[in-house]
């Protein structure tokens, strides 16, 4: 489950609502199917980002720290909270997972924030992967909104231990078909999984 961190950051500067709210639905939504995690509610750190918020990088990052604390705090049915790593730069992504501390533990199921916009810079998305595995070779990475473009990369796809996108649900909106039909879903992981891509040459020595 998605927190729509990048909707209502961008278009409104913060969250409309509070976490308490947040762990309500979550609840809510784990009677619902198989719900097998929600995103833990996190500040990206692009620049236009922070020029809306007029805060730093290291706010962004403890705003997001606390917003994951206060979460785990609330009854979320059972449901595991993903912890969300955010910054710019790769060291950026160090100094969050510092930041953490012993919260994040061994072999934990981690998002890393602030990748989408980075699809056409296919080396942007492996350095900052690549700086977090050097840090935490353990943790367990999730991709936001990667596209094919970075999944082209065999680095980034072995970095990645899973990945999300709302691409399949834009082109069937865009060709006026159903945008939230399951099977599109389907055809696009479809798509990916039998895409060629690079393989990885060098994985970073780990």
Not at 10 to 31: D, L, N, P
Not at 91 to 106: A, E, S, T
Not at 193 to 199: A, R
Request: aromatic share 10%.
């Amino acid at each position: 489950m998605d927190s729509g961190a990048f909707s209502e950051v961008v278009r409104h500067g913060g969250y409309r609502f509070g976490v308490s709210e947040y762990a309500h639905h979550i609840k809510r939504f784990s009677t619902c199917g198989n719900l097998l995690a929600a995103v833990s509610q996190d500040f990206m750190c692009e620049d236009f980002v922070l020029k809306m918020t007029g805060k730093t990088i290291p706010e962004h990052q403890r705003m997001t720290i606390e917003r994951y604390d206060e979460l785990l705090q609330h009854d979320v049915g059972g449901t595991y909270i993903i912890p969300v790593l955010q910054g710019y730069d790769p060291q950026d992504y160090v100094d969050h997972i510092r930041m953490y501390g012993d919260r994040l533990q061994k072999d934990m199921w981690v998002g890393v924030g602030s990748v989408c916009k980075r699809n056409n810079n296919i080396a942007s998305t492996e350095k900052v992967l690549l700086a977090i595995k050097d840090e935490r070779q353990d943790l367990r990475l999730h991709g936001f909104g990667v596209k094919t473009t970075a999944l082209s990369s065999g680095l980034v796809r072995e970095l990645l231990y899973t990945a999300d996108s709302m691409a399949w649900s834009f082109a069937a909106r865009k060709e006026r078909r159903n945008a939230n039909d399951w099977r599109e879903a389907k055809l696009f992981e479809e798509r990916i999984n039998s895409m060629h891509y690079q393989k990885a040459l060098l994985f970073s020595g780990f």
